[in-house]
């Protein structure tokens, strides 16, 4: 197809050559793609959410600073006083600003695969970005390869995602420590998943200047209002917050999130739960034929097929209406492989219910992809 030359000569090389992320249609699905928790909020709540909401000053711009967020996400993240928050339109932002402050020829660093933002978002600004990829056998970190790219390539920035999306497992502390001792510009962990993890480096912020923490309300259960967070340094947040565009972070946002996280009895139930549930689906899954299911500390847990049937799989679970995340599309370490988020009881039933259907009818195997 011709490329219209206005936009040939409007727009960078970089941004030409990119795809658009793709989220999928979800309606009438149960859906089970985006890590997402599928609880909702009692009723009784709501009522006092929207009683905090109702004399929000709508015709004001919010705080910009976001000051009283700030001071409850410090509360309920136990977010060393010496060290400074900075607030995102989601981590996605953050990330984002992140590479925005870069020098031109910098080099950004993370293990592959990994969170696809990372490599997006670095293409999207013209930054060198290398994936280097997991072992094979357990994606763990390949501590060597690693150490030789940050030797050979002296990356301004390293993501590590703890634990790690899409794989869900967590990578070994001592080799993160190996790495952060190792890197001469910053590393970043992004710790999205982190209510179900039972596990952070929050709190080695003050043995490394160059370490951050990356946070998410997303999967705590808070996804629609885009709220992310950065802790470190606070020289270096300072600099992020430079190329922060001004009240990024909107009146109903702050209102919202401040009032959801001082009700932390109702999301440590919840994610309690999705533990539970983690637990018996990775099982159950283990149980099924040719499926082999990676363990998991996070809200997901992704799966291998047998070979060549991933895209197959992913349609027919579909066609009974439920909507998982095919990854055999991407190739390498991730081949036929599928990733599940963890629903409600009935929904990961119905889930099983419909991976066991698809199996045992093969002509209802098509070759959809997303």
């Known amino acids: 197809m011709t ?14 050559a990119m795809s658009a992320y793709q989220v999928a249609h979800a309606e009438g699905f149960i859906k089970l793609d985006a890590m997402e928790n599928p609880y909702g909020w009692p009723e009784e709540l709501k009522t006092r959410w929207l009683a905090a909401l109702r004399d929000c000053p709508l015709n004001r711009y919010p705080d910009p600073q976001a000051q009283r967020l700030v001071q409850t996400i410090r509360a309920h993240d136990q977010i060393p006083d010496q ?19 870069l020098p031109p020829r910098a080099h950004v660093l993370a293990p592959a695969p990994g969170f696809v933002m990372y490599k997006q978002l670095s293409d999207c600004l013209g930054i060198k970005y290398q994936g280097i990829p997991l072992l094979a056998d357990n994606f763990g970190l390949d501590l060597s390869a690693m150490l030789a790219a940050i030797e050979q390539h002296h990356p301004a920035v390293i993501f590590i995602a703890y634990p790690n999306n899409p794989t869900g497992n967590l ?23 982190a209510p179900f993890a039972n596990a952070s480096f929050m709190t080695r912020l003050t043995q490394h200047d160059n370490l951050l923490v990356m946070r998410t309300v997303s999967k705590l259960g808070l996804a629609g209002l885009r709220l992310g967070y950065i802790a470190g340094n606070p020289e270096i947040i300072g600099q992020l917050d430079k190329i922060r565009l001004p009240y990024n972070i909107n009146s109903l946002t702050q209102l919202s999130a401040d009032f959801a996280l001082t009700h932390k009895a109702l999301f440590d139930q919840q994610t309690q739960q999705i533990c539970i549930e983690r637990t018996r689906v990775f099982n159950q899954l283990n149980n099924i034929t040719g499926i082999t299911a990676y363990p998991s500390s996070a809200n997901f847990i992704l799966f291998r097929t047998p070979d060549t049937l991933a895209d197959g799989l992913y349609a027919a ?9 095919n990854l055999n599309p991407q190739g390498g370490l991730l081949k036929d492989c599928l990733r599940v988020t963890i629903g409600t009881p009935d929904e990961n039933n119905a889930f099983l219910a419909s991976l066991k259907n698809a199996l045992r009818i093969p002509d209802s195997i098509h070759t959809e992809t997303h």
């Open 3 to 16: 490329q219209n030359p206005l936009i040939a000569s409007v727009f960078r090389q970089e941004v030409l």
């Open 83 to 101: 060290h400074a928050i900075l607030l995102g339109n989601g981590s996605d932002e953050i990330i984002q600003l992140l590479l925005m402050a």
């Open 171 to 193: 990578f070994d502390p001592v080799a993160i420590e190996s790495i952060i001792k190792a890197a001469s510009g910053l590393v970043i962990i992004d710790e999205a998943y």
């Open 317 to 325: 679970i579909k066609q009974q209406g439920i909507l998982i995340k």
